[in-house]
């Protein structure tokens, strides 16, 4: 009944709760189990002992947990206290649903026992309320037009003092009282309870989030889905700088992250970098070609692949490229792929750092990464991926670092995946499919308004040592295409000087989206 100032009532009859907590920095063993409690009731009576302190009264209760991460990291997880074993297990679970995966078979470390004890609040006397005689009608007072959902309704008025228990009034309505006004909308209905309270509840499924004819482009939701699905990339952009390790990533932000439609076609990406954002898309469809439904080994559900070749979307080794499938509640189709790239402080070669100026092949460069499958069913190959990582004729020279870096690229993508999954249940899948298409062909015609006002050109120039590099630019105006030639340009070179087609699609990708101009 208090529902205009129910953050101030509710402060008055809040619960009173002291947090204290203690380092522990010790690996989760059986054996460490009966420490641990000695520990956190030792917080338990310091907790209890300030609330008395501080004048609070009644029964108190507390709240053992213990914060957890594993060894290495220092991202750490709160679980409940508990046996060894049901400790363990949450840990593993809740680590796989933050950062889509786990490790068992690297130890754990508890960073901290945490403990709070909470005082109740001031206990609350309500009156119970009486049930409307048998077929008396809810008194109205108005009937108003409330404007709601995009349409005008006929809406009753009620008098919140002349409602009783078991009163149920579907919306659209107005509830009115002295301190508030309760808008029920269409939808939802409103319940008295026996202590006067008012619950409302969804009765109806949501339609509004429904498109009508997602066949047809809406220009308004053209733009909404537009920037939700760029939102998803920055928000996966976004986990990888926070829970990275190495500065290329964490500060020089050397990373990029998007978001592809089933046949691996570029649908958002955030404004990372270029070449990455171009070329990422062969990644995807290398693993939909060595991985798709019909292959012998097809992606399941939890599962997630790394590569860095040149010859398979990569651009040079370090950029290391992790591929996530995005699947349907059922875990039988695949809907949509996250990928983030992140270019990896050093993944071996002649020279530390991964970019030798004298190299002449890939393994002079480092560890080759073609289609690995990086994460299985939810589980982290660790030990493999370590192996792989040492078994180039020049490894990686800080395996630790690049094993931090992809588990943050892992852990991007599953934030990735869970957006994706949300905007499905928001929108329904023939809806986010449908405007996927549309965000697509509002980037085509965008290029094919830039080729309506472009004239043909060309340009040349050499390298330092001579080697010629000729691009033209021939632009079919009836058709409205254009074909980018490099006739001309010189033979492939002995050293690493070469751009692999990924890259070089990649480059002419950007210079239209440079000349479109617009979002």
Avoid at 47 to 61: D, H, I, N, S, Y
Avoid at 194 to 206: A, C, G, I, S
Avoid at 441 to 448: C, G, I, K, Q
């Amino acid at each position: 009944p208090f529902a205009g100032v129910l953050s101030a009532y509710g402060m008055g009859l809040a619960d009173q709760s002291v947090l204290r907590e203690a380092a522990v920095e010790s690996p989760l063993t059986p054996e460490a189990m009966e420490g641990l409690r000695a520990k956190s009731a030792e917080l338990e009576e310091a907790g209890q002992a300030e609330l008395v302190r501080q004048g609070a009264g009644g029964a108190l209760r507390a709240a053992h947990r213990l914060h957890l991460r594993y060894q290495g990291t220092d991202s750490f997880l709160p679980v409940a206290f508990g046996s060894h074993d049901a400790v363990l297990a949450a840990f593993t679970e809740a680590h796989r649903r933050r950062f889509g995966f786990a490790t068992p078979e690297r130890p754990v470390i508890v960073e901290a026992c945490v403990v709070e004890v909470t005082a109740p609040g001031e206990a609350v006397e309500e009156a119970a309320l009486p049930p409307r005689p048998a077929g008396e009608a809810v008194p109205r007072l108005a009937t108003v037009a409330l404007h709601t959902g995009g349409a005008e309704h006929e809406a009753p008025v009620l008098d919140r003092e002349a409602l009783r228990a078991g009163d149920q009034i579907p919306g659209p309505a107005l509830i009115r009282e002295a301190i508030a006004t309760t808008v029920v909308e269409p939808g939802w209905t409103a319940e008295v309870t026996p202590r006067n309270h008012l619950v409302l509840r969804r009765t109806e499924q949501r339609e509004a989030a429904r498109v009508a004819d997602a066949a047809r482009v809406d220009p308004v939701m053209l733009e909404l889905f537009n920037n939700l699905f760029m939102s998803i990339a920055e928000q996966t952009g976004a986990v990888l700088q926070n829970t990275s390790l190495s500065v290329n990533i964490k500060e020089r932000l050397d990373f990029s992250c998007a978001i592809f439609d089933a046949a691996g076609r570029l649908v958002a990406n955030a404004p990372h970098v270029p070449v990455h954002l171009g070329a990422m898309g062969e990644s995807v469809r290398t693993v939909i070609r060595s991985r798709g439904a019909t292959s012998k080994v097809p992606l399941g559900p939890g599962d997630a692949v790394a590569l860095n070749n040149p010859y398979n979307g990569g651009t040079h080794l370090p950029d290391v490229t992790v591929i996530t499938p995005v699947f349907d509640e059922a875990g039988a189709e695949i809907l949509f792929f996250v990928g983030s790239r992140g270019h990896h402080a050093d993944i071996g070669g002649l020279t530390p750092g991964s970019t030798p100026p004298g190299s002449a092949t890939l393994e002079e460069e480092g560890v080759v990464i073609d289609d690995f499958l990086l994460v299985d069913a939810g589980v982290f190959r660790e030990a493999e991926f370590r192996a792989l990582l040492a078994s180039a004729r020049y490894p990686a020279r800080s395996p630790d670092v690049n094993v931090a870096d992809i588990k943050a690229q892992v852990a991007a993508n599953e934030k990735g995946v869970q957006e994706l999954g949300r905007a499905v249940r928001d929108f329904g899948l023939e809806t986010v499919r449908a405007y996927m298409r549309h965000v697509m062909d509002n980037a085509e015609e965008s290029v094919r308004r830039v080729l309506d006002r472009l004239a043909d050109g060309e340009f040349a120039t050499t390298l330092d040592d001579g080697t010629p590099l000729r691009v033209a630019v021939r632009v079919d105006r009836a058709n409205r295409r254009a074909t980018v030639d490099f006739t001309g340009t010189g033979p492939q070179r002995p050293d690493n000087f070469n751009a692999p087609p990924a890259v070089c699609r990649a480059v002419v990708l950007y210079c239209f989206r440079c000349l479109v101009g617009e979002d």
